[in-house]
């Protein structure tokens, strides 16, 4: 049986993590189905990913947060 090396995040290609980035702030996938389905070890990787590349703010709280301001409750 072979035995898999521990991937890094530097072992991940610029196009990759913009593609999960791309995802995530589309509302395809959340950053954990991210980390699930694309065997991303670490917890907070796809959010450092977010907060470095990607268009939306993601400084003040994760994608939950962003769901709840994002909803279509009425304004007061």
Do not use: C, H
């Amino acid at each position: 049986m072979k035995s898999r090396s521990k991937r890094t995040q530097r072992d991940d290609s610029r196009a990759f993590k913009l593609s999960v980035v791309d995802q995530v702030e589309a509302g395809e996938i959340t950053y954990k189905q991210a980390q699930n389905r694309y065997g991303i070890q670490g917890r907070s990787t796809v959010l450092v990913w977010l907060r470095k590349y990607g268009r939306l703010d993601w400084s003040k709280g994760t994608s939950t947060d962003l769901a709840n301001t994002m909803s279509d409750k009425p304004l007061s």
